[in-house]
């Protein structure tokens, strides 16, 4: 179909799904939903009342007693289905997450590879993880073994920025293991959640139950954590939610993943190959309209003279990325997903200038002519920034690069590690194995790269994090295998 065609569509009233049923909310708080492209409203989202929150997390207590003893086998048939739907609605559902959320179709159609591989991986996980040990003759006569249980009702709470991958980190993994899930989208990107949602009732009709979503915002998912049968959380977003989340889950009982936010630092060598540099820098800053946790917000040079040519060729390919509505072929960078989010990064870069840093690129002024609406803003790129100044310390999330010059590997090491609370990626540019492995060894982060902008573990490797970007002790995807089972130990004598 033609982006004609999705520019156009609306959603209306965004319904809660519960017990395999779309129902409509009795809330009196509804929030308007955008295409922040062209800055129309295209859906209204429901803040869920405390009713129906309990009624979704009732529905998925009832479905769990089921479906947990629902032959193993049978349950994994139900995620191929999922995978088969997804590929066959995958231009669909990219241009509807292009809508909603303002990135490219390139992009749109990235996150729905990531959400799909990692339904691939929730099915390998159940066929070879989630089986138990045993041990015979323990002592004499007496066997020992484990199996993995599921636990009941899960919990998934999702960001405005991955609306459909993020979601699949975690509930193909619950639901292949036994549980039933309650999903919560961002009440900024509902919508295309919804159609997730919708294609899954028509195409691959699990019972019902087994998969329910609710819309809404802080209230609807402090509602889920406390809810006595929620037994597990699944959180992405900011740090301040991620702790908020974290704090309640403790103080109810419930295990919790809670992924927070970031501030990513970039090192660049001066023995980098620039060729792979340059190209990899300006896609990590401002990919996604640097709207992604693995983002790149520092640029740390380690300069021996070589700083200017790069940062030459940084700017130019920056200034020259295509911004326009996500759905229309050539663009290469979309807009801030809402009004809120332009106004936020303006200030950052107020905040910049005000602070001393040099303004190599201004974005601030951008506009597209056939969408004087849209919330754009092009590459802004800051030199002469210190670890100290606001921009170098705070999550701008949003297409802001801060150049910060350091004299050694060491030093920037140590910035790295001393001059942010995050801790979710840290990348290195260089052509020197040994500078890699001083980095990669010495580094507090998460998930690390090396001549990678953007250092996203596939699905089966866990999605790491530290410092404030996270909360917990098992990580997403393949984690969570761990964290959706729990282990029961037999003892027996025959
Ligand atoms: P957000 O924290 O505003 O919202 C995330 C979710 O939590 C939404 O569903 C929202 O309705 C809910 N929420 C908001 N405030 C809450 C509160 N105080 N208590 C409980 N729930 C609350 O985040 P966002 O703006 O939607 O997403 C961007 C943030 O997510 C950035 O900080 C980004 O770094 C982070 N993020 C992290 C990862 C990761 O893997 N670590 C991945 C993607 C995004």
């Known amino acids: ?110 996150d729905l590879r990531r959400a799909i591989e990692n339904v691939d991986a ?24 484990s199996v993995k249980e599921p636990l009941g009702v899960f919990a998934v709470i999702s960001p405005f920025n991955f609306p459909i991958m993020i979601p699949f980190w975690f509930f193909p993994y619950a ?120 983002a790149g917000s520092n640029l740390l040079v380690v300069d021996n003279g070589f700083k200017k040519s790069f940062l030459d060729k940084f700017s130019r390919r920056s200034r020259e990325l295509v911004i326009g509505h996500g759905l229309l072929p050539g663009v290469e960078m979309g807009p801030l997903v809402n009004k809120a989010a332009m106004t936020r990064v303006k200030n950052y870069v107020e905040k910049g200038v005000e602070e001393g840093a040099r303004l190599l690129l201004d974005g601030t002024e951008v506009r597209i002519q056939d969408f004087p609406d849209g919330f754009y803003l092009g590459a802004n790129i800051f030199d002469e920034v210190t670890p100290d100044m606001t921009i170098a310390r705070e999550e701008i999330f949003g297409p802001v690069a801060s150049v910060i010059t350091a004299s050694s590997l060491d030093e920037a090491i140590e910035t790295v590690n001393t001059r942010t609370d995050y801790g979710n990626m840290a990348c290195i540019f260089t052509s020197s194995g040994s500078n890699a492995a001083k980095f990669i060894k010495n580094v507090n982060a998460g998930n690390i790269g090396v001549n990678i902008g953007v250092a996203a573990p596939a699905a089966y490797f866990p999605f790491a994090g530290r410092k404030n970007s996270f909360y917990g002790v098992l990580h997403g995807q393949i984690d969570s295998v761990d964290f959706f089972t729990d282990k029961k130990v037999v003892i027996t004598r025959w």
């Not at 996980?125 to 066997?143: F, Q």
């Open 175 to 294: 639901i292949a293991l036994g549980n039933t899930v309650v999903i919560k989208p961002s009440d900024i990107t509902p919508v295309p959640m919804a159609r997730v949602m919708e294609i899954l009732q028509q195409e691959v009709k699990l019972p019902p139950g087994v998969l329910n979503l609710v819309h809404g915002g802080k209230e609807t998912a402090e509602a889920l954590v406390k809810h006595p049968h929620v037994k597990g959380v699944c959180f992405v977003g900011s740090t301040p939610a991620a702790r908020n989340i974290y704090r309640l889950a403790g103080e109810h009982g419930k295990r919790c993943i809670a992924q927070g936010g970031a501030k990513n630092y970039i090192v660049v060598m001066p023995d980098a190959d620039m060729d792979v540099t340059t190209p990899a820098t300006v896609s990590s800053f401002f990919g996604n309209t640097g709207q992604r946790c693995l």
């Open 1 to 110: 179909m033609q982006a004609q065609y999705f520019l156009g569509l609306s959603f209306g009233r965004l319904r809660n799904f519960v017990n395999g049923v779309w129902m409509d909310s009795r809330t009196d708080v509804w929030r308007p939903v955008y295409d922040p492209g062209a800055g129309r409203v295209i859906a209204e989202v429901p803040y869920a009342t405390d009713e129906e929150v309990n009624s979704a997390v009732e529905a998925a207590a009832e479905a769990f007693e089921k479906w947990s003893r629902t032959p193993f086998l049978e349950r994994v048939k139900y995620l191929f289905e999922i995978k088969h739907v997804l590929e066959n609605h995958l231009d669909e559902l990219a241009a509807i997450n292009t809508l909603n959320h303002g990135k490219t179709l390139d992009e749109s159609r990235g």
């Open 122 to 145: 929730a099915i390998a996980a159940a066929y070879t993880l989630a089986k138990g040990e045993m041990l015979h003759e323990v002592s004499p006569r007496i066997d020992e073994y």
